[in-house]
């Protein structure tokens, strides 16, 4: 089955500067690649997804890049501020998601003020 | 849009008895229903696939007779705890998806916290 590694486990930022969060999987099948935001005892929220026929894929300060390849893809957070503080997770999976999610083990940010 | 509620938000129940989880897409009809377990500052784990009117889907490790699943309709799927042991309180998790969504994306609920004493 889908093996998704996630790295760094934490990771601290001074506000303003970028974070990034990368992310390994193992299934070549694997087409689609969202990333979590999740607060302590909520829910995961959707912040950005990809899908493997493109290679980056920006929201405002937020942004993925996808390298099918090496399967490898990344989360980028540009400016961050203390609002941004979480645990992130990425996943991945088939089907474009209809199909279950393989999550990554999670990296906990903090952003520094 | 696409709104997953769960009930309860949490529940304390004793060791040996049972408890019954509700996941409701509000406002979609789930084509898939998806239940996970998420451990203190762990990740999300899978626990079985549901999809209505069919027998859920089991990730290897997962207890089926324990972790009971019903999916009856398209927007109610329900996760029964059998024989609660302190072992099994986490954070419950379901999500949604339907294909009738292009973006295929998978909504969730807000999650239900079981302390089994």
Redesign the interface.
Known sequence: GENVEQHPSTLSVQEGDSAVIKCTYSDSASNYFPWYKQELGKRPQLIIDIRSNVGEKKDQRIAVTLNKTAKHFSLHITETQPEDSAVYFCAASTSFGNEKLTFGTGTRLTIIP | GAVVSQHPSWVICKSGTSVKIECRSLDFQA??M?WYRQFPK?????MA?SNEGSKATYEQGVEKDKFLINHASLTLSTLTVTSAHPEDSS?Y?C?A?T?ANP????Y????T?LTVT
């Open positions: 084509t898939t998806f762990q990740s999300l784990m899978l696939t954070f998790i999500s998806s294909i973006t295929y994306e998978q969730f609920g807000p999650g916290r």
